[in-house]
């Protein structure tokens, strides 16, 4: 292999594909060589950049989690005067806000938040996030009802039409 294939392997691997795969595919794109002695030199080549690559890779999960373990994100979430969530808190808005915190090193790719359920109740949830086979991040989300504020406050402010002198209309009737 010369670059990485999800689901087949990366870069420097010796894998075993059908023929046709490999004739059709692999190296007519260059993502594979057939195994010769003069490949093997390039395949040892392309391990020691493949080792390089992945502990950079790992470095840079490596402090990006230490910078998600730290976060704390406060999210509103709608609700009614009986407490229950209009909508829910996805990984995918989690992975927006997250971004908007941490700037570019933060896109983070919203399948690797591990949410089992959307967030739908309000109160502190850790969430799992996945930035390495061997680096997982805790981010504490805390929860809060958006809507339980401002009820109380819509109600105060505004005044019923019968209170302003305002009378309703009658309904109108259709003739034939």
């Given at each position: 292999?010369?670059e990485?294939?999800?689901?087949?392997?990366a870069?420097?691997?010796?894998?075993?594909?059908?023929r046709g795969?490999?004739?059709?595919?692999l190296?007519?794109?260059?993502?594979?060589?057939?195994?010769?002695?003069?490949?093997?030199?390039?395949?040892?080549?392309?391990?020691?950049?493949?080792a390089?690559?992945?502990?950079?890779?790992l470095?840079?999960?490596?402090?990006l989690?230490?910078?998600i373990?730290?976060l704390?994100?406060h999210?509103?979430l709608?609700?009614?005067e009986t407490?229950?969530?209009f909508?829910?808190?996805?990984?995918?808005?989690?992975?927006?806000r997250?971004?908007?915190?941490?700037?570019?090193?933060?896109?983070?790719?919203?399948h690797?938040?591990?949410l089992e359920?959307?967030?739908?109740?309000?109160?502190?949830?850790?969430?799992p996030?996945?930035?390495?086979?061997?680096?997982?991040?805790?981010?504490?989300i805390?929860?809060k009802a958006?809507?339980a504020?401002s009820?109380?406050?819509?109600e105060?402010?505004?005044?019923?039409?019968?209170?302003?002198?305002?009378?309703a209309r009658?309904?109108?009737?259709?003739?034939k």
């Open positions: 292999m010369t990485k294939i999800e689901h087949l392997g870069e420097a691997d010796v894998v075993k594909v059908k795969y490999a004739r059709n595919f190296v007519p794109r260059g993502k594979a060589l057939e195994v010769t002695p003069a490949t093997m030199k390039r395949i040892n080549l392309l391990k020691t950049k493949r390089e690559r992945e502990a950079t890779e470095n840079e999960a490596d402090e989690a230490r910078r373990n730290k704390k994100l999210m509103e709608e609700t009614g407490g229950k969530a909508g829910s808190i996805t990984s995918a808005d989690i992975a927006e997250l971004k908007k915190e941490l700037g570019a090193k933060g896109d983070i790719d919203r690797k938040i591990h359920k959307p967030i739908k109740e309000t109160g502190e949830h850790e969430v996030i996945r930035l390495h086979s061997d680096v997982t991040a805790k981010l504490t805390q929860v958006k809507g504020e009820a109380g406050r819509a105060t402010v505004e005044a019923k039409p019968e209170e302003k002198g305002f009378k009658p309904k109108a009737r259709h003739v």
